[in-house]
């Protein structure tokens, strides 16, 4: 048996998905006891999932038969792992300041158990600052968390706030209980390009796909690191079982890896934009007005911000460095100048083929001088990285 899931249903409309959480857990072995608040049963019954999770659904706090064993207790501490989807902003606040008034809540109160989160709210109550508050409270006692993603929602509403989908719920649990080097671990990883507008229908971009900084996500993960990942819109999909955030800007992306620390280790793969149209024009610019002049602007150094900073830095600041001539000594450069700890540097001229490609050619630069890796698969080239990772932060 893979494991013992105690799933806590909140209230909300992406309790249905629970249901499905239920089923794909079921089907790779593990064992699910449901916990449906009374919030919860408004959207889903008792009998759908108890009839999915082939077990008794528990719901009240004071059931006499099971209280005489202190059966809240037993609950709280058989699992290997409490899942909370949805949890919504209500069972967040209880667990953050302590509450403990129904079951879910004093089961959350009363358990040593490792905890994974769902969040699921409307965007307004997501980015309320009590809820972030929350978050970064529940972050700072190691609560893991999956999603939220971003997209349109029951109330009509479109942004952050819809529960993580049920395979990367499954996901982020397989990475939760996987007994790898990296478990405990807060790794942050960026990814992709930035879109930098010059008007409504017009951007600066590059080549990237975001299938390297995805793969070494997924490889992440793999040994058990909780993983936030911050892309730009790349045209490789994020891996399940990590806590996605999607940004378009330099500027954005800067602010979501602010948000994402504290973190163990931070990689920074995404091929950000070194520069901006410094006023992009809010209509789209006709051809009819003849030649047009762009000024730029520089964008904000998002690794040297990161491996600078006096408070709250990571043990290990990964850079990465897309060269097309004298790659080894520009990125050694690059090291010194930004003042991370390792840079990832590869060869993206146009013969190479590495930029949007399946294969990387990499030269891993530390402190201890120049080291080459043959050229093999983004996945061998991130499995490897996340395996020196691993052992850095041993």
Known sequence: MPGRILLIIGGGIAAYKALETIRRLKDRGYAVTPVLTRAGAEFVTPLSVSALAGQKVFTDLFDLTDEAEMGHIELSRSADLIVVAPATADLMAKMAHGHADDLASTLLMATDTRVLLAPAMNVRMWEHPATQRNLATLKGDEILTVGPNEGGMACGEYGPGRMAEPLEIVAAVEAALADGP?????????????????????????????????????????????????????????????????VETAREM?????????????????????????????????????????????????????????????????????????????????????????????????????????????????????????????????????????????
Request: hydrophobic share 45%; glycine share 8%.
């Open 254 to 394: 800067l602010a979501a890896v602010e948000a994402a620390l504290p973190a163990d280790a931070a990689v920074f793969a995404a091929a950000v934009a070194d520069w901006r149209v410094a006023s992009a024009s809010t209509h789209k610019m006709k051809k009819e007005a003849g030649a047009v002049a762009l000024e730029f602007a520089e964008n904000p150094d998002i690794l040297a911000t990161v491996a600078r900073r006096t408070e709250g830095r990571p043990r290990l600041v990964v850079g990465f460095a897309a060269e097309t001539n004298d790659v080894v000594a520009h990125a050694t450069a690059k090291r010194a100048r930004k003042g991370c700890d390792w840079i990832v540097a590869n060869d993206v001229s146009p013969g190479t083929g590495i930029m949007g490609g399946t294969e990387n050619a990499v030269t891993l630069i530390t402190s201890g001088g120049a080291e080459d890796w043959p050229r093999m698969g983004k996945d061998m080239v991130a499995r490897k990285l996340a395996e020196r990772i691993a052992a850095a932060l041993a």
């Open 182 to 246: 990296l478990r405990g671990r807060h790794v942050l990883v960026t990814s992709g390009p930035t879109h930098e507008p010059i008007d409504p229908v017009r951007y600066i971009a590059n080549r990237s796909s975001g299938a390297q900084g995805t793969a070494l996500a997924r490889a992440l993960a793999t040994l058990g690191a909780r993983v936030t990942f911050v892309t730009g819109p790349a045209s490789v999909p994020p891996p399940e079982g990590v806590t996605v955030v999607r």
